[in-house]
């Protein structure tokens, strides 16, 4: 069975452009999560999306927002780039009841 | 990090010795999983051990959870070069649904 798909995989942006990240669910998955993982870092999470609907947020900046669409399907925008938003996005789904997260290969944002 | 803490930071070993790795976490979950991560790439889930289970096995891999201590182990048997890699302990926090990775343990292992 197909994984979970992340777009671009790689991205390179200058500093105060936008970036708007993709994600596509595991098949039936209804819940979206979004993580951050810095250089040398451990994941941190960002944000999730239950059935089109937030259901947390983690430290995501005011900068970023993200939504999950009819199809299940979530976008990441980030506005106004800096160097420290340079990192690994992953996301993941689930099931919302089984809570066996998912995760995509990730998509490597490079700010310059 | 936000939940987990992996134990040892990093540990160096053979090939063919035993790897293992622990990690300890601080509330009440609904399952604890495994991943492992070479450098700069994405995750990859091991496996998956639910609150009710003590012991779990996929592979090489073993994983036991004590959730009167709140502790997991990871063991990898007879590793190889290519199990060099970071690994991570993530916890799904019951109630909550959050979910939060350890600093993980980076292994090394020399061929």
């Known amino acids: 069975a197909a994984g979970v798909i992340q777009s671009p995989r790689h991205l390179i942006k200058e500093k105060r452009e936008t970036a708007t990240l993709k994600c596509y669910p595991i098949?039936?998955?209804?819940?979206v999560y979004w993580y951050q993982q810095g250089p040398g870092q451990d994941p941190q999470f960002l944000i999730s999306?239950?059935?089109?609907?937030?259901?947390d947020k983690g430290s995501i900046p005011d900068r970023f927002s993200a939504q999950q669409f009819s199809d299940y399907h979530s976008e990441l925008n980030m506005s106004s780039l800096e160097l420290g938003d340079s990192a690994l996005y992953f996301c993941?789904?689930?099931?919302?009841?089984?809570?066996?997260?998912?995760f995509g290969p990730g998509t490597r944002l490079t700010v310059l | 990090s936000q939940q987990g803490e992996e134990d040892p930071q990093a540990l160096s070993i053979q090939e063919g010795e035993n790897a293992t790795m622990n990690c300890s976490y601080k509330?009440?979950?609904?399952?604890l999983q495994w991943y492992r991560q070479n450098s700069g790439r994405g995750l990859v889930h091991l496996i998956l051990?639910?609150?009710?289970?003590r012991e779990k096995h996929s592979g090489r891999l073993r994983v036991t959870l004590d959730t009167s201590k709140k502790s997991s182990s990871l063991l990898i048997t007879a590793s190889r070069a290519a199990d060099t890699a970071s690994y991570f302990c993530?916890?799904?926090?019951?109630?909550?649904?959050?979910?939060?990775f350890g600093s993980g343990t980076k292994l090394n292992v020399k061929p």
């Open positions: 509330t009440s979950i609904n399952n």
């Open positions: 051990i639910r609150s009710n289970e």
């Open positions: 999306f239950y059935e089109k609907m937030q259901s």
């Open positions: 098949s039936r998955h209804d819940t």
């Open positions: 993530a916890t799904d926090e019951l109630n909550f649904n959050k979910f939060y």
């Open positions: 993941a789904s689930s099931l919302w009841e089984s809570g066996e997260r998912f």
